[in-house]
């Protein structure tokens, strides 16, 4: 059996998230520009920040597609092309598109320009998918979440040679057709395909009679409320081969306004199930710990989407859109001891020492210790690191290493 390929494609909102995922195991990762991303509310990349993480990319041998994946207006073009312009000497893998004249705009600056069609523009048969290919050059379809697995076998088998699929396999799910979403703009008048979404699918949301104004009547009898539209999240760990068997060469998790422990906690567990796939398909063996892994990031329930059937009431949370945050982030490795027997840590949340905690970093499953010693940047001993980035020195009775994460079971 020929070895399959696989990219596992993570999320970065901003630099650090970026570097974070490739460190962690990432391909690939996806980010947004200042200007015209999909994920306005992102951290986002300046032009600076997007040539040294085409830097930090290339060095390591992964690769780094930026996402243009707005529907510009008239107003929008001459900046749009003002911005293109600035990008031509940074050498992006491909650039993440939904709407012709953006393509168009990218080709006539970037004439060799890789083009990955963005999952925005809700392409669902392999009809549709042969007009971009054919008439647009474009190298990759980021296939519709409204998708099965069966259709797209189908789409794969239909495509010309080398061109790749992209499906999502973890994350939040949007619950308008591919992400086409009018609530967010109506609403609020913020537009979700410019990038300004406020999820209002999340709301709490009640029946109001026209002749009763001001009396709200839950959709469904609960005393917290309904959450008619609140989607499960994404989960396709335990899916991998049906996922290469359908065609699909990019695993792509969503999230690039998700925190750096997430990006880093997703990315560590998939990449444990591809690579333990990787080194023997046809003896492969689904490890749950894996999903457990998954789970101490924050997240809603789960679901496996549109893949293997249409979903039903059970893919939506009707009672909350709280996410389950079982873990807290509480620190991340600086450097390493330097013989001194103290390792630097970075505080991101209140840990104290007595505090049992878990250790996990790039290629590591994760480990317990207790904190028992603990003084601040000039060495004075600490019970506890309270203050937010407060630079500590920990002893461990095992090393982690520099990029190393700490976090802590909430009581």
Same mark, same amino acid.
């Given at each position: 059996?020929?070895?399959?390929?696989?990219?596992?494609?993570?999320?970065?909102?901003?630099?650090?998230?970026?570097?974070?995922?490739?460190?962690?195991?990432?391909?690939?990762?996806?980010?947004?520009?200042?200007?015209?991303?999909?994920?306005?509310?992102?951290?986002?990349?300046?032009?600076?920040?997007?040539?040294?993480?085409?830097?930090?990319?290339?060095?390591?041998?992964?690769?780094?597609?930026?996402?243009?994946?707005?529907?510009?207006?008239?107003?929008?073009?001459?900046?749009?092309?003002?911005?293109?312009?600035?990008?031509?000497?940074?050498?992006?893998?491909?650039?993440?598109?939904?709407?012709?004249?953006?393509?168009?705009?990218?080709?006539?600056?970037?004439?060799?320009?890789?083009?990955?069609?963005?999952?925005?523009?809700?392409?669902?048969?392999?009809?549709?998918?042969?007009?971009?290919?054919?008439?647009?050059?474009?190298?990759?379809?980021?296939?519709?979440?409204?998708?099965?697995?069966?259709?797209?076998?189908?789409?794969?088998?239909?495509?010309?040679?080398?061109?790749?699929?992209?499906?999502? %396999?973890? @994350?939040? &799910?949007?619950?308008? +057709?591919?992400?086409?979403?009018?609530? =967010?703009? $109506?609403?609020?008048?913020? /537009? *979700?395909?410019?990038?300004?979404?406020?999820?209002?699918?999340?709301?709490?949301?009640?029946?109001?009679?026209?002749?009763?104004?001001?009396?709200?009547?839950?959709?469904?009898?609960?005393?917290?409320?309904?959450?008619?539209?609140?989607?499960?999240?994404?989960?396709?760990?335990?899916?991998?081969?049906?996922?290469?068997?359908?065609?699909?060469?990019?695993?792509? %998790?969503? @999230?690039? &306004?998700?925190?750096? +422990?997430?990006?880093?906690?997703?990315? =560590?567990? $998939?990449?444990?199930?591809? /690579? *333990?796939?990787?080194?023997?398909?046809?003896?492969?063996?689904?490890?749950?710990?894996?999903?457990?892994?998954?789970?101490?990031?924050?997240?809603?329930?789960?679901?496996?989407?549109?893949y293997y059937n249409k979903p039903t009431d059970k893919d939506q949370n009707y009672l909350t859109s709280d996410y389950i945050r079982d873990y807290s982030f509480v620190g991340l490795v600086k450097q390493e001891d330097d013989g001194s027997g103290y390792t630097v840590v970075e505080q991101r949340n209140k840990f104290c020492v007595g505090d049992e905690i878990e250790i996990f970093g790039p290629g590591t499953p994760y480990y317990t210790e207790v904190i028992k010693d603990m003084t601040d940047e000039e060495g004075n001993p600490i019970e506890s690191a309270p203050h937010p980035q407060q630079v500590l020195r920990i002893k461990f009775d095992r090393?982690?290493?520099?990029?190393?994460?700490?976090?802590?079971?909430?009581?």
């Amino acid at each position: 059996m020929t070895k399959p390929y696989i990219e596992l494609l993570a999320p970065a909102g901003d630099l650090e998230k970026l570097k974070t995922a490739i460190i962690y195991g990432a391909d690939a990762v996806y980010f947004g520009g200042e200007m015209f991303s999909l994920r306005a509310g992102a951290g986002n990349l300046s032009i600076a920040e997007i040539r040294e993480a085409m830097d930090f990319i290339h060095e390591r041998g992964k690769k780094g597609y930026l996402t243009i994946n707005i529907y510009p207006h008239n107003d929008d073009i001459p900046l749009l092309k003002d911005y293109i312009a600035k990008l031509v000497d940074i050498p992006i893998d491909a650039f993440i598109v939904s709407d012709p004249g953006v393509i168009t705009l990218i080709r006539e600056a970037i004439p060799d320009a890789e083009i990955h069609l963005s999952t925005q523009a809700n392409t669902t048969n392999y009809v549709t998918a042969n007009y971009w290919v054919k008439s647009l050059d474009v190298k990759r379809i980021v296939s519709a979440r409204e998708m099965s697995l069966k259709e797209l076998k189908t789409m794969h088998e239909n495509l010309p040679e080398g061109t790749e699929i992209e499906s999502f %396999i973890h @994350g939040a &799910m949007c619950i308008s +057709y591919s992400g086409r979403c009018l609530l =967010s703009n $109506y609403m609020v008048g913020r /537009d *979700a395909n410019r990038g300004a979404c406020t999820h209002p699918c999340r709301w709490k949301y009640a029946l109001v009679e026209q002749q009763r104004p001001g009396e709200y009547f839950p959709i469904e009898e609960d005393e917290r409320g309904s959450y008619i539209m609140n989607s499960r999240d994404l989960c396709l760990i335990d899916c991998i081969p049906d996922l290469v068997d359908a065609g699909i060469t990019s695993f792509k %998790i969503e @999230g690039r &306004m998700k925190s750096m +422990y997430y990006v880093a906690t997703i990315v =560590s567990a $998939y990449r444990m199930a591809i /690579d *333990a796939y990787l080194a023997n398909p046809e003896n492969y063996t689904y490890d749950p710990a894996w999903y457990d892994e998954l789970c101490k990031a924050s997240h809603r329930e789960f679901t496996h989407g549109f893949y293997y059937n249409k979903p039903t009431d059970k893919d939506q949370n009707y009672l909350t859109s709280d996410y389950i945050r079982d873990y807290s982030f509480v620190g991340l490795v600086k450097q390493e001891d330097d013989g001194s027997g103290y390792t630097v840590v970075e505080q991101r949340n209140k840990f104290c020492v007595g505090d049992e905690i878990e250790i996990f970093g790039p290629g590591t499953p994760y480990y317990t210790e207790v904190i028992k010693d603990m003084t601040d940047e000039e060495g004075n001993p600490i019970e506890s690191a309270p203050h937010p980035q407060q630079v500590l020195r920990i002893k461990f009775d095992r090393q982690p290493k520099e990029h190393f994460i700490l976090r802590k079971k909430k009581s």
